[in-house]
């Protein structure tokens, strides 16, 4: 088979991701999957204003019919709901569905070879074994998810991983009733619920507990459940792990990782598609220069800010008392959640939400 420069092991938004960017390199890039598009998966399908700047980058923009705007944030839980609107530009409800076919088209004029329901064996000094071949490739990528075997193969297993938990997904045809993305907390648990069309809301369930689905969990959040109660529920469950994981490294040689394959922060933070596109456009950079050293660095530091807001939400997450204090200071102070909004999407830096964050602890011990 024809060599290339990259071959891209994984088709999800990640590989994909990548593949463009490369390809608007001027590289020569293959892309191989086992499964066949459009690929699915458990998710919260809100893109927010940074992940949709980092997808206008590499070329995609999502048009009005495809997807559905929202404009801020609501936390629900202990009694209060307190919600802050972005402080530039708007999100998107988007159904994965959409959103794969749409980077799939993006990939294929951009000039991507890919490779549709053909499994990876392995990676050797010469490039990437299929089967009964071996593609010659200068690089390689890893972009095959939580559970990658590229990471395996390349020895970069190695990582600090934080107790898993679990997300359900599924859609019910009912009006969105909110102008932003809700976060309803729970004893033990969350529940997103995502606008992805007039008639249509992704409803995500995550929690520490394997065996919770929905229909036990929506009975913490009455107001909840007589939204969604009744609805029709237009998908099947689907399911899938989320887990705060750093790796010491995400290249060797020839070979470095993207998106969950190169680790991952918890599924809580809605941050996991802007941090793929955002490593896509790093590594890209670091495969033009012809050296992926730029490229750890990169990741790194497009790490920090994810895993720092995943630390604080799942410390409200493990602790009852502390969720309760903080969401009734943030219901009392609304601006303190508008500050940290801000640094959720890239607005504003830790340095400068520090101040915010003294207010708030303020107003807990005081509470």
Known sequence: MQATDIFVIGGGPAGLATAIAARRKGLQVTLADGARPPIDKACGEGLMPDGLAALRSLGITIEAGEAHAFHGIRFVGAGVSVEAGFPEGYALGVRRTVLHPKMIRAASAAGVRMLWGTTVTGICAEGVKLEGQTVPARWIVGADGFHSRVRRWAGLSACRLKPQRFGFRIHCRVAPWSDSMELHWGAGCQIYVTPVSPEEVCVALISRDSHLRLDKALEQFPELRARLGGACRTTSERGAVT???????????????????????????????????????????SLAMGTLAHYQAVHRSLAKRPTLMANCMLALDQRTGLRRRALQALAAQPGIFRNMLSMHVGVLSPVELAASGCALAWRMLIG
């Not at 887990?243 to 010491?248: D, F, G, I, K, V």
């Not at 470095?256 to 890209?284: H, K, M, N, P, Y």
């Open 243 to 285: 887990a705060n994981c750093r790796l010491r490294r995400v290249w060797r040689d020839r070979v470095a990782l993207v998106g969950d394959a190169s680790g991952s922060v918890d599924a809580i933070t809605g941050e996991g598609l802007c941090q793929s596109f955002r490593q896509a456009i790093a590594l890209a950079d």
